[in-house]
């Protein structure tokens, strides 16, 4: 079976993908992006979230043929995939009207998959750009440890912050509860966030009131 989908903001095809094959899979294993960790293979544990137009979802779970003609986005393309955000190319509150399941999120099915990668990025590695604001918020809250869940705790973070700009501590552990993490304790992690939400809503320097 062949897949034809977009991946960091970029058309990709894998062939020869056998039916049982999972996103998961493909990623790491087909397209050579790690970051989407394999670890409980049940959608428990948070690891391997990414984004499938627009909706975190767990990709050990999804099979590989249902992303046919969908768009991805993984931990490495996160930080493209904000900056465009943050310079119009995805509006939040665009998703009356969408006519898919994900309504109410802050992204819309058709931007999701209208999204192209920028000129000099690298969606494999996600050189090429600054980072997203919740990765440097992970990085100057001191979130990270080991590593291993901060992936998926990231892309589940930006698309809770895309879709509640100023989350409460409910709406916070509610939109991580799928992530587990067995080092933090996870108050770094609420801290990482509740910085990236302050840093978006704070009014940008220069502009008149």
Known sequence: MRV???VNGRKQEADDVWEGES???????RMGLPGSKNACEQGECGSCTVR?????????????????????VTVEGLADFAKNRACGGHEGGGHEGAGH??????????DAQGWQAG???????????????????FIDAGAVQCGFCTPGLLVAADEMLERTPNPSDADIREALSGNLCRCTGYEKIMDAVRLAAARQSAPVSGQGV
Request: glycine share 16%.
């Open 23 to 29: 996103l998961l899979y493909v990623l790491r294993e």
């Open 52 to 72: 499938l137009d627009g909706v975190p979802v767990c990709s050990c779970l999804v099979a590989a043929g249902q992303v046919e003609g969908r768009e991805v």
């Open 4 to 6: 034809n989908f977009t």
């Open 101 to 110: 399941e994900g309504a109410g999120l802050g992204l819309s099915l058709q």
């Open 119 to 137: 000129e000099g990025t690298d969606s494999q590695t996600g050189e090429g750009t600054e980072l997203a604001p919740i990765q440097q918020a």
